[in-house]
């Protein structure tokens, strides 16, 4: 199957600072990600929808301003958590849709702030 | 929008007998239906899918089943192995490129 990168795997940040999590699809190109956030023992949670040359679609409930989200290329999309705070440690993961409708998950980027 | 339904949230199975996880979705567009497997601290991996035209799909010990009348699809898994070990997701999708909606997580436990 295809191949989805996350990077960083793993971030430790103070409160007040600014986190990126880069999503790459490695090996196809993605017009749409998707990202997603996961408390522990709990279900993936949507946030957004990443467009390609547009702007993201937010859930409700999910601050625009705070969870930045820029798909820059076909292969790439970023989430920047702005002025994090420890309620936004959580897990992120983000996917990518192949040709089939299939989606193809990121292995998932921990946050924690302290 | 689709709600999907996920059962049990916690499964433990002796090592070789086999495992079942039932979901169910409420909305009847829904035609693409994945499973995906997350072990911890990664991501969901997917392991087997169906598409609305299909009633069952096999995968050498894992399989999947649909019912489109009654609006559910289970994951089978038999000879289970304790690398089984892990949380379950099932989720529904309508169209290319549309979100899936997930189930709750079944977390699976396989007793050596």
């Known amino acids: 199957g295809a191949v989805v990168s996350q990077h960083p795997s793993r971030v430790i940040c103070k409160s007040g600072t600014s986190v990126k999590i880069e999503c790459r699809s490695l090996?196809?190109?993605?017009?749409?990600m998707f990202w997603y956030r996961q408390f522990p023992k709990q279900s993936l949670m949507l946030m957004a929808t990443?467009?390609?040359?547009?702007?993201?679609?937010?859930e409700q409930g999910v601050e625009k301003d705070k969870f930045l989200i820029n798909h820059a290329s076909l292969t790439l999309s970023t989430l920047t958590v702005t002025s994090a705070h420890p309620e936004d440690s959580s897990f992120y993961i983000c996917?990518?849709?192949?040709?089939?409708?299939?989606?193809?998950f990121g292995p998932g980027t921990r946050l924690t702030v302290l | 929008g689709e709600n999907v339904e996920q059962h049990p949230s916690t499964l433990s199975v002796q090592e070789g007998d086999s495992a079942v996880i039932k979901c169910t979705y409420s909305?009847?567009?829904?035609?693409?239906f994945p499973w995906y497997k997350q072990e911890l601290g990664k991501g969901p991996q997917l392991i087997i899918d169906?598409?609305?035209?299909?009633g069952e799909k096999k995968d050498q010990r894992i399989a999947v089943t649909l019912n489109k009348t009654a609006k559910h699809f289970s994951l089978h898994i038999t000879e289970t192995q304790p690398e089984d070990s892990a949380v379950y997701f099932c989720?529904?999708?309508?169209?290319?490129?549309?979100?899936?909606?997930f189930g709750t997580g079944t977390s699976l436990t396989v007793i050596p």
């Open positions: 996917s990518a849709p192949g040709a089939y409708n299939e989606q193809f």
């Open positions: 090996d196809f190109q993605a017009t749409t």
């Open positions: 990443s467009n390609e040359g547009s702007k993201a679609t937010y």
């Open positions: 909305d009847s567009a829904s035609n693409y």
């Open positions: 169906i598409r609305s035209n299909v």
């Open positions: 989720a529904a999708s309508i169209r290319y490129g549309n979100q899936f909606y």
